[in-house]
């Protein structure tokens, strides 16, 4: 049960696109198709943001968007807004019948 | 409205017990998985178990596997975390969230802080 991999920070200006990756093996991203993201604003509760690898809650603005390729799936953020300043998180179901996070990734809007 | 709200977090001595609990409204608890999830002071998240509608069926992380019973009652709405043998690695917030049965986490609790320390 090893932690999936995800850049520990990433930056974007606002009005840009950015993109986080999230890395794990074929025993859980490249496994199946039940990749999450999770939004955390601190102090705050994680907020669901994508699952099913590229579903959208409703509520959850069409500028995020998740996809995945093999091993890795990806989060991207476009047209970066001051309020996406946040901390992200992937996770996947796993073959032992458990769950993993990655993680995390610390976005700065600049 | 979805709402989860944890108690029973605190201060335990090492090799203490502790039981969570978190009472869940605005939806039909009886047909939904629960998780719990943690985070340690300035950490990640970590799952940490899951248990499915009827209560039948659970799962653990390697890290807690042994130590932690998650169980449900639906007639009362509330899930629940019994930890036994804690240790200071344990010392975090969790979070009990709705979700299915393959971890995608649809709502969130605000957290209660549980505290291992001598």
């Known amino acids: 049960q090893s932690a999936l991999t995800q850049p520990a920070s990433v930056s974007g200006s606002p009005g840009q696109s950015i993109t986080i990756s999230c890395t794990g093996t074929s025993s859980d991203v490249g496994g199946y198709n039940y990749v999450s993201w999770y939004q955390q604003h601190p102090g705050k509760a994680p907020k669901l943001m994508i699952y099913d690898v590229s579903k959208r809650p409703s509520g959850v603005s069409n500028r995020f968007s998740g996809s995945k390729s093999g091993n890795t799936a990806s989060l991207t953020i476009s047209g970066l807004q001051a309020e996406d300043e946040a901390d992200y998180y992937c996770?996947?179901?796993?073959?032992?019948?458990?769950?993993?996070f990655g993680g995390g990734t610390k976005l700065t809007v600049l | 409205e979805v709402q989860l709200v944890e108690s029973g977090g605190g201060l335990v001595q090492p090799g203490g017990s502790l039981r969570l609990s978190c009472a869940a409204s605005?939806?039909?608890?009886?047909?939904?998985?629960m998780h719990w999830v943690r985070q340690a002071p300035g950490k990640g998240l970590v799952w940490v178990s899951r248990?499915?509608?009827?209560?039948?069926?659970?799962s653990y992380a390697d890290s807690v596997k042994g130590r932690f019973t998650i169980s449900r009652d639906n007639a009362k709405n509330t899930l629940y975390l019994q930890m036994n043998s804690l240790r200071a690695e344990d010392t975090a917030v969790y979070y009990c969230?709705?979700?299915?049965?393959?971890?995608?986490?649809?709502?969130w609790g605000q957290g209660t802080l549980v505290t291992v320390s001598s």
């Open positions: 605005g939806f039909t608890f009886s047909t939904y998985w």
């Open positions: 969230a709705r979700g299915t049965y393959y971890s995608s986490l649809f709502d």
């Open positions: 996770s996947s179901y796993t073959s032992s019948s458990t769950g993993v």
């Open positions: 248990i499915n509608s009827d209560g039948s069926s659970t």
